[in-house]
């Protein structure tokens, strides 16, 4: 499984972004994703994920309200996972960065198997 992530940039305090997640590959509709993001001096953390067929969304509590998390199902091989950034925060910057889980998702980055690139996102005051 390939992941690319891609829609990250900078934007006001306030404002609104989308970053995608492109996973393909052979049997890609079997894996869960995750979106994680990992600031400078920081672990990386979950922000949320999203199980193989699009529902059981789960939030991390800092973006819980803001972010929405949805899956694209439509090609066999190729899966787009979107996350919806509303009400940013400067706390919200971050390189964010897509995985995928076979089967299951899971809260912990341990459990990923494939990791995209990272999109930063930077949230100006």
């Known amino acids: 499984v390939q992941l690319q992530a891609s829609g990250g940039g900078l934007v006001q305090s306030g404002g609104s972004l989308r970053v995608s997640c492109a996973a393909s590959g052979r049997g890609v509709d079997m894996y869960a994703v995750g979106w994680f993001r990992q600031s400078p001096d920081k672990e990386r953390e979950l922000v949320a994920t999203i199980s193989r067929g699009g529902d059981s969304p789960y939030y991390a509590d800092s973006v819980k309200g803001r972010f929405t998390i949805s899956r694209d199902n439509a090609k066999s091989t190729v899966n787009t996972v979107y996350l919806q950034m509303n009400s940013l925060k400067p706390e919200d910057t971050a390189v964010y960065y897509c995985?995928?889980?076979?089967?299951?998702?899971?809260?912990?980055?341990?459990?990923?198997?494939?990791w995209g690139q990272g999109t930063l996102v930077t949230v100006s005051s």
């Open positions: 995985a995928a889980r076979r089967l299951l998702s899971s809260r912990s980055p341990r459990e990923y198997n494939y």
